[in-house]
């Protein structure tokens, strides 16, 4: 029988998601329906969160651009409950609008529909995450994680140790894998993941959008590009600028990956000056190397992986399903039931 000590307090252990992307949001907004008392706190390295839903911003400009994941492509007539729930909320709420603009070269599926975030990819991570009352903590580096008798140690930063029943991690495995090495043995490097170059370019107070008939191109005929959006058109923003979003192909990232950022900044817009002439000088640009870009080849599971089962060490996210949004909507409800149930099983033996 589990003594009291194993748990923070009867039924509320504390919880922590490592990684502050789309799949610890939708983690937090599930517990919170299934257990609300529960502590939960998301912690997130970079100084703000969404993960692979990133909006960057132009201060300089006033722009904003999706630099990591651009649209949502769902096929309403084979939703599950748990997906109905989440895309019912972020319709309501006015976050996902439908993407009306025209894609140039989009492989869309019989029954599709595409939806953008009409402020940005990352508001919607940010409503789930201020909607369950998540504690979220940027900054926060993991260096490294130790199952003990009864808790998980958590060390992060320089130094710095907390503990809690419950840990959770969302973040790309390779990532996993540096900071809880006993994660690789257990599996076995059974996933791949390609790697890209995104890079947003901010013209302030020019509307390009009216210069071209689409919103978002796939190109196949250049070795630098692989995908062109006109940002602000994709999303209906009424701003005065204009920013543009371009993502690398993986044949190319590969070949840069030890170049100099600015060099490869350089390159970036140089295929881009060529693929759309007559593009004035961006007054702002950003470059982003996203090393785990989309999963390739998922572990072979229902959406997450335990690594631990007391206390409870498990793994989620597009690692162990399809790396698209609706993965990881699935591996979010499933790691929330295991957590609910890990919950009520302790809780019953103290």
């Given at each position: 029988?589990?003594?009291a000590?194993?748990?923070?307090?009867?039924?509320h252990?504390?919880c922590?998601?490592?990684?502050?992307?789309?799949?610890?949001?939708?983690?937090?907004?599930?517990?919170?329906?299934i257990?609300?008392?529960?502590?939960?706190?998301?912690?997130?390295?970079?100084a703000?969160?969404?993960?692979?839903?990133?909006?960057?911003?132009?201060?300089?400009?006033?722009?904003?651009?999706?630099?990591?994941?651009?649209?949502?492509?769902?096929?309403?007539t084979?939703?599950?409950?748990?997906?109905?729930?989440?895309y019912?909320?972020?319709?309501?709420?006015?976050?996902l609008?439908?993407?009306?603009?025209?894609?140039?070269?989009?492989?869309?599926?019989h029954?599709?529909?595409?939806?953008?975030?009409?402020?940005?990819?990352?508001s919607?991570?940010?409503?789930?995450l201020?909607?369950?009352?998540?504690?979220?903590?940027?900054?926060?580096?993991?260096?490294?994680?130790?199952?003990?008798?009864?808790?998980?140690?958590?060390?992060?930063?320089?130094?710095?140790?907390?503990?809690?029943?419950?840990?959770?991690?969302?973040?790309?495995?390779?990532?996993?894998?540096?900071?809880?090495?006993?994660?690789?043995?257990?599996?076995?490097?059974?996933?791949?993941?390609?790697?890209?170059?995104?890079?947003?370019?901010?013209?302030?107070?020019?509307n390009?959008n009216?210069?071209?008939?689409?919103?978002?191109?796939?190109?196949?005929?250049?070795?630098?590009?692989?995908?062109?959006?006109?940002?602000?058109?994709?999303?209906?923003?009424?701003?005065?600028?204009?920013?543009?979003?371009?993502?690398?192909?993986?044949?190319?990232?590969?070949?840069?990956?030890?170049?100099?950022?600015?060099?490869?900044?350089?390159?970036?817009?140089?295929?881009?000056?060529?693929?759309?002439?007559?593009?004035?000088?961006?007054?702002?640009s950003?470059?982003?190397?996203?090393?785990?870009?989309?999963?390739?080849q998922?572990?072979?599971?229902?959406?997450?992986?335990?690594?631990?089962?007391?206390?409870l060490?498990?793994?989620?996210?597009?690692?162990?399903?399809?790396?698209?949004?609706?993965?990881?909507?699935?591996?979010?409800?499933?790691?929330?039931?295991?957590?609910?149930?890990?919950?009520?099983?302790?809780?019953?033996?103290?």
């Amino acid at each position: 029988m589990a003594s009291a000590a194993q748990v923070k307090s009867a039924g509320h252990p504390r919880c922590l998601l490592i990684g502050g992307g789309i799949t610890a949001s939708l983690i937090s907004y599930f517990l919170h329906k299934i257990c609300p008392s529960m502590p939960i706190e998301v912690w997130e390295k970079d100084a703000t969160v969404g993960g692979r839903m990133m909006t960057f911003r132009s201060e300089s400009t006033q722009c904003t651009a999706d630099v990591g994941a651009q649209y949502i492509t769902t096929v309403p007539t084979e939703h599950i409950s748990s997906q109905k729930l989440i895309y019912s909320a972020l319709i309501d709420a006015g976050i996902l609008i439908p993407l009306t603009k025209t894609i140039v070269g989009d492989r869309k599926q019989h029954n599709a529909i595409n939806y953008v975030a009409a402020k940005g990819m990352s508001s919607i991570v940010e409503h789930f995450l201020t909607n369950s009352g998540t504690k979220t903590f940027c900054n926060r580096h993991v260096k490294r994680v130790r199952p003990a008798s009864h808790t998980i140690e958590v060390h992060y930063n320089e130094g710095i140790s907390d503990n809690f029943e419950i840990v959770v991690f969302t973040i790309p495995l390779p990532e996993v894998y540096k900071i809880y090495e006993k994660a690789e043995t257990l599996l076995q490097n059974k996933i791949e993941y390609s790697s890209r170059y995104a890079l947003a370019a901010f013209y302030k107070n020019q509307n390009l959008n009216d210069q071209f008939n689409w919103c978002a191109k796939y190109i196949n005929t250049n070795p630098c590009i692989r995908f062109i959006c006109l940002d602000t058109k994709k999303r209906e923003s009424t701003v005065s600028g204009t920013s543009i979003v371009v993502h690398t192909s993986v044949s190319f990232s590969k070949m840069n990956q030890s170049t100099d950022p600015a060099a490869v900044k350089d390159k970036i817009l140089t295929n881009l000056n060529g693929l759309m002439p007559g593009l004035p000088p961006a007054d702002d640009s950003t470059l982003v190397n996203w090393e785990y870009s989309q999963v390739i080849q998922a572990y072979d599971c229902n959406g997450a992986f335990i690594l631990n089962e007391f206390p409870l060490l498990i793994a989620g996210g597009d690692s162990f399903a399809m790396s698209k949004f609706d993965g990881c909507l699935n591996s979010a409800s499933v790691l929330s039931k295991i957590i609910s149930d890990s919950v009520q099983s302790v809780s019953a033996n103290i």
